[in-house]
């Protein structure tokens, strides 16, 4: 099969290159060096005599518009060109640009298939993706436990997303027998990563003791770090914590508050709940810090 942009990366450093690969060596270093126009030099003779590689390289350019104005349909046809010699990464790209009608009519279909193909050379965002594409039954048959297959493939390369996803489906037992323990060990590998999907969901398992002992203290840290993403369910579960364990009910009123001005729902009613409880002093503090945590992108919540 067909190297990877990333593999020929390592071939160039390790490998003596002479010709053409000299070339693409040279437009790979300009690239990497931000020097756009002289890397489209190397790169788009070596694609026109059926180079892959560069192939694949021209389609990222015309995909981004870097070194060439930005072209959605050129891109598309240099990474077509290369997915159809079995180019994995071109092969992944083409998929991305069927799923989201970039460059082409959206096909979900056809997004399956270019994105199967590069997942079974083991491309770790195609894998991902067709998990995704499992599991909501778009362009395939809905299927769990072939979502569940591909989830685990990407997220032993240690796709953080993917590891959450797992975590949710082994804690919900879709596709999967449910297994607190096994979810918690997925959840912590992505929360270990930064993802706020699985700092939440770890967050909960600890709170609730499922899988792992109960420690309210970890979890108010994880959903700390998830809620200083923007996860409203982790600023509506932070606020939680500050009212029923810390007994804090000016920092819940103000995460209540944060999570629905961010669209969890339950998060307002909660906010008015506690509101009941309050000061009018209070009340404003609350509000006044829910404007400053926002207003620093949840860098001054204190």
Not at 7 to 23: K, N
Not at 26 to 42: F, M, S
Request: net charge negative; glycine share 10%.
């Amino acid at each position: 099969m067909k190297n990877t942009l990333q593999a020929a990366v390592i071939a160039l450093i390790f490998v003596p290159m002479v010709g053409a690969a000299q070339d693409f060596g040279a437009g790979l270093r300009a690239y990497q060096a931000g020097n756009y126009d002289a890397a489209l030099k190397e790169w788009k003779p070596l694609a026109e005599k059926g180079d892959g590689i560069a192939q694949t390289g021209l389609g990222l350019m015309y995909r981004t518009g870097r070194g060439v104005p930005l072209d959605e349909v050129e891109a598309v046809r240099w990474y077509r060109l290369a997915a159809e010699q079995g180019y994995v990464s071109a092969q992944s790209s083409l998929g991305l640009m069927y799923r989201y009608g970039r460059g082409v009519p959206q096909d979900h279909e056809e997004a399956a298939r270019w994105y199967t193909l590069a997942a079974e050379q083991g491309d770790v965002n195609a894998q991902a993706s067709l998990g995704i594409i499992y599991e909501t039954g778009s362009g395939v048959p809905q299927d769990h436990e072939e979502a569940a297959r591909w989830y685990k493939l990407a997220a032993e390369q240690g796709d953080a997303k993917a590891q959450a996803s797992l975590g949710i489906i082994y804690e919900t037992g879709s596709g999967v027998p449910q297994d607190y323990e096994e979810a918690v060990r997925w959840y912590r590998l992505a929360a270990e990563q930064g993802n706020a999907t699985a700092q939440a969901g770890l967050g909960f398992m600890l709170r609730n003791g499922s899988g792992v002992a109960q420690d309210n203290e970890e979890a108010t840290r994880l959903f700390r770090l998830a809620a200083e993403q923007g996860s409203a369910i982790a600023q509506t579960s932070l606020g939680q914590m500050y009212h029923f364990i810390e007994k804090d009910i000016v920092s819940a009123h103000m995460w209540y508050a944060i999570g629905s001005i961010n669209g969890f729902t339950s998060a307002g009613q909660y906010r008015d709940d506690i509101a009941a409880d309050m000061s009018a002093a209070e009340i404003s503090e609350a509000q006044t810090r829910a404007k400053a945590c926002m207003a620093s992108n949840y860098k001054s919540c204190d």
